[in-house]
């Protein structure tokens, strides 16, 4: 059963605006997918709020610490396959990424039925803010094409489909295998603790 509290609230109340995020930018309408820029900024936003909220208030729960995780990987991947329909990133960086948290959103659920919950590493913890800042980014980028008609709408496009874009999204696909591989190896040695007793 989920503890609802205010910070966990917050965490549910992104996991259901993801999707909701992800139609209106694949909607390809310019007021939507100016909607879906905001949305998403907002909800990257309260990812701190909860995380404070719980913290300040002592409201830390072990169904706030699988949900906010849960719901940051719902934010972010649909906001990556939204930019892979759009030819944005590559398929194969977004299947690696998503791969990844499915792995460790597992390794979450297996932790929590032992009554040993994994907590978010710090590597996992930085990789979701660059993801975020990342996908900001590139949404306050698609805004400005959409909105500023006084800047030219082929320089922002070079600039969302520059090579940076590549390179930052390559960066993050790289960090989503380096914190995998440290979910993989610590579960790997609790497993082995178990076996013991």
């Given at each position: 059963m989920i503890q609802f509290n205010f910070p966990n609230f917050i965490s549910f109340a992104r996991l259901l605006i993801s999707p909701v995020i992800?139609?209106?930018?694949?909607?390809?309408?310019?007021?939507l997918v100016n909607l879906a820029c905001w949305l998403f900024i907002i909800s990257a936003i309260t990812d701190t709020i909860d995380g404070w909220a719980a913290r300040r208030f002592g409201?830390?729960?072990?169904s706030g610490e699988f949900l906010d995780p849960l719901a940051d990987k719902a934010?972010?991947?649909l906001a990556l396959v939204a930019f892979a329909q759009n030819n944005?990133?590559?398929?194969?960086?977004?299947?690696i990424i998503i791969t990844r948290d499915l792995i460790s959103t597992l390794?979450?659920?297996?932790?929590?039925?032992?009554?040993n919950p994994v907590k978010t590493s710090i590597s996992a913890k930085i990789k979701t803010t660059v993801e975020m800042v990342f996908i900001s980014y590139i949404l306050l980028?698609?805004?400005i094409r959409n909105t500023f008609t006084s800047i030219s709408p082929e320089t922002v496009e070079k600039l969302i489909f520059s090579p940076i874009t590549y390179i930052?999204?390559?960066?993050?696909?790289?960090?989503?295998?380096?914190?995998?591989g440290g979910y993989v190896i610590k579960f790997g040695i609790f497993s082995k603790k178990i076996k013991k007793y």
């Amino acid at each position: 059963m989920i503890q609802f509290n205010f910070p966990n609230f917050i965490s549910f109340a992104r996991l259901l605006i993801s999707p909701v995020i992800y139609f209106l930018f694949i909607s390809n309408e310019a007021e939507l997918v100016n909607l879906a820029c905001w949305l998403f900024i907002i909800s990257a936003i309260t990812d701190t709020i909860d995380g404070w909220a719980a913290r300040r208030f002592g409201e830390v729960t072990r169904s706030g610490e699988f949900l906010d995780p849960l719901a940051d990987k719902a934010l972010t991947n649909l906001a990556l396959v939204a930019f892979a329909q759009n030819n944005i990133i590559p398929w194969w960086m977004v299947i690696i990424i998503i791969t990844r948290d499915l792995i460790s959103t597992l390794l979450r659920i297996l932790g929590l039925a032992s009554k040993n919950p994994v907590k978010t590493s710090i590597s996992a913890k930085i990789k979701t803010t660059v993801e975020m800042v990342f996908i900001s980014y590139i949404l306050l980028l698609i805004y400005i094409r959409n909105t500023f008609t006084s800047i030219s709408p082929e320089t922002v496009e070079k600039l969302i489909f520059s090579p940076i874009t590549y390179i930052l999204a390559l960066i993050i696909t790289a960090m989503a295998l380096y914190s995998m591989g440290g979910y993989v190896i610590k579960f790997g040695i609790f497993s082995k603790k178990i076996k013991k007793y």
